[in-house]
Nanobody, 122 residues
Framework: VQVMETGGGSVQAGGSLALSCVASGYILSRCGMGWYRQAPGKERELVSRISDSGSRITYADSVKGRFAISQDSTKNTLYLQMNSLKIEDTAVYYC????????????????WGQGTQVTVST
């Protein structure tokens, strides 16, 4: 499985960016996909997650109302639309595809992309 993000870049505060992620060789079944980010000097944090069916979506409080996650299951593609960007959104954004751990009966973060830089400036 290969996970690759595209769409990062630089934007002024208040602007928008759209990220895409393709998970080649991944079967979207039972588990979901998500976006994480890591700012300099900080731990990696969950930005948003979407279930395999798309019926359950989670957002970090810091991005609610500004970011929107979506997916195209037929293409194993994940999207993140980021609006009203703030300076504190600056980070490397990572795409994640989960893996079903049959031993424990749970989905786990497993397949990671290399990340794409998002820089928001004044």
């Amino acid at each position: 499985v290969q996970v690759m993000e595209t769409g990062g870049g630089s934007v002024q505060a208040g602007g928008s960016l759209a990220l895409s992620c393709v998970a080649s060789g991944y079967i979207l079944s039972r588990c979901g996909m998500g976006w994480y980010r890591q700012a300099p000097g900080k731990e990696r944090e969950l930005v948003s997650r979407i279930s395999d069916s798309g019926s359950r979506i989670t957002y970090a409080d810091s991005v609610k109302g500004r970011f929107a996650i979506s997916q195209d299951s037929t293409k194993n593609t994940l999207y993140l639309q980021m609006n009203s960007l703030k300076i504190e959104d600056t980070a490397v954004y990572y795409c994640l595809a989960e893996w079903w751990d049959s031993t424990w009966g749970t989905c786990r973060p497993y397949y990671w992309g290399q990340g794409t830089q998002v820089t928001v400036s004044t």
